[in-house]
C-alpha cells in the first residue's frame, strides 16, 4: 500500500467496497434469496428464472443507452463526482432496502434490485472513468490492477462473514431464520460498501475535465453528437473497443454461467459456493500481477496473454467429467479474469482525451453491457443445436479468437503530454 499515492488508495479502496456487492447481491445470496420468496409465493421455477432475466435485460440495456449522455455531461467541471455519488447512494439504499421487504413480496424484491443494480454499475462507469484522474499514464496498469485485486480481496471478507451467518443459522446455532440472515447479508453488503467509499469521497477528486459552459445539457448532445459523427478519427478507440466487445463477451460468458456448469456437473449448492469463495481468494494476486507484468511487457502483451488463457479455458471445459476438472477450470479462469479486466480498463483510459474520459467510458459502458448478450445466445443456441453444453462453451472459442485477431491491429497508447502526468503527484 505503500507504493501507492493517497488518491490512488482512495480509488481502488471503492472496488474493495463495491465488490461486496458484486458477489452477495449478484451472484450469490440474492438469486437464491428471490428464487426462494418466488416459489414461497406460487411462481413456476421457469418464470421466476424469466423474470430475473427480464430484469437484468431492463437495466443493463437502461445503463448502455444512458451511459455516453451521462458521461458526456459529467465531463464538465464538478459533474462527475455528483453523478458518481448519486448512484453510489442510489446503490446503498436499494440494496439495503432489500433487507426490509416482506417475506413473499418476489416483484418488490425485483424492484429493489433494479435500482440497486442500477446504482452499482452507474456508480462504476464514473469509478473506471476516475482512473485518469488518480494516477499517470505510466503507472495506469498497475493501478488499475491493484484495484481489482483489492476487489476480489474486500469482496471474501462480508462474503465469508454472510455465509458464515446463513450456514449457523441453517444448523440452529443462531436464533435466525435463513429468510432473516439473508436479509443481514444485504444489510452488510450496503455497509461495506459505504465504509469502504467513504476515501474516495473524500480524497478523489477529478482534475481534467471541460469548463461549464451555458446549457450544459444540450451542448453535451451536441458534443456526443459530434464525437459519434467523427468517430473515425478515433480509430484505435474503436479498434479496441471492437476487440473488447468480442473478449470480453466470452469472459463475462463464462462468469455468468459458470455456476450453472457446475449444477450440471453434478456440484451441490455449498460446493459452488466454495468454489466461488476460492475463486476470488486466487484472483486477487493474479490480477495484480497482471499489472505488474503489463509494466514490464506491455499491457497489449498481457492482454494476448490473458486470451489465450480464456482458450484454453473453453477447450478444456469440453473435456471436463469431475470435480475435480471444475477446480483446475475455477482457478485457470481466476489466474487471468481480473488480469484482463484491470488491463482493459487501463488501456481504454491511456487512449481516451483525458478531458472527454467519461463520454468514452460511457462508450465503454455500452461495448461491455451489449457484449453481455451475443456470448449466452452463443452458447444456448449451440448446446440446443448439438445437445451438448460442453459445445455451447466450446463455441466461445470463435469470440476469444475474433477479439485477439482485431486487438492485433490497435496500436499502442501513445505517451501523453507533460501535463497529464501530474495526476497522481
Known sequence: MAKYTKMEKSWALYDWGNSAYSIIITTAVFPLFYKAAATNAG????????????????????????????????????????????????????TAMLA???????????????????????ANLFYDAFIVDVTTSKRMNRV?????????????????????????????????????ASRLAFLITAAWWIVFTTPMLRHVKPLHFIEREAKPVAQSFRRLGKTIREIRQYRALLLFLIAYFFYIDGVGTIIALSTAYGTDLGLSATSLLIVLFATQVVAAPFAILYGRLADR???????????????????????IETIFDFWILAMLVASSQGGIQALSRSYFGKLVPKQNANEFF????????????????????????????????????????????????????????????????
Open 362 to 425: 460511457g462508450f465503454y459502458n455500452i461495448f461491455g453491457k451489449f457484449a453481455a448478450i451475443s456470448g449466452p445466445l452463443l452458447v444456448g443456441v449451440t448446446a440446443q443445436v448439438t445437445g451438448n453444453t460442453s459445445m455451447g462453451v466450446l463455441s466461445l472459442v470463435v469470440l476469444f479468437v475474433i477479439g485477439f485477431v482485431v486487438l492485433i491491429f490497435v496500436p499502442e497508447p501513445e505517451p501523453h503530454d507533460p501535463i497529464d502526468e501530474i495526476a497522481a503527484e
Open 297 to 319: 511487457f506491455t499491457g497489449k502483451k498481457m492482454l494476448y496473454v490473458g486470451i489465450i488463457v480464456y482458450i484454453f479455458v473453453c477447450i478444456y471445459a469440453f473435456f
Open 43 to 94: 411462481i413456476e421455477l421457469a418464470d421466476s428464472t424469466a423474470y430475473l432475466g427480464y430484469t437484468i435485460a431492463i437495466f443493463t440495456f437502461t445503463l448502455a443507452m444512458i451511459g455516453p449522455i451521462l458521461g458526456t455531461i459529467a465531463d464538465y467541471e464538478g459533474m462527475k463526482k455528483r453523478f458518481f455519488t448519486a448512484f453510489f447512494l442510489l446503490g446503498t439504499i436499494s
Open 100 to 122: 426490509f421487504v416482506p417475506e413473499g413480496e418476489w416483484l418488490w424484491l425485483l424492484i429493489c434490485y433494479t435500482f440497486a443494480a442500477l446504482g452499482a454499475t452507474g
Open 144 to 180: 488499475s490492477a491493484f484495484g481489482y485485486g483489492l476487489g476480489y480481496i474486500g469482496s471474501t471478507i462480508p462474503f465469508a462473514l454472510a455465509i458464515l451467518i446463513i450456514l449457523l443459522s441453517q444448523n440452529g446455532v443462531l436464533p435466525l431464520s435463513v429468510t432473516n
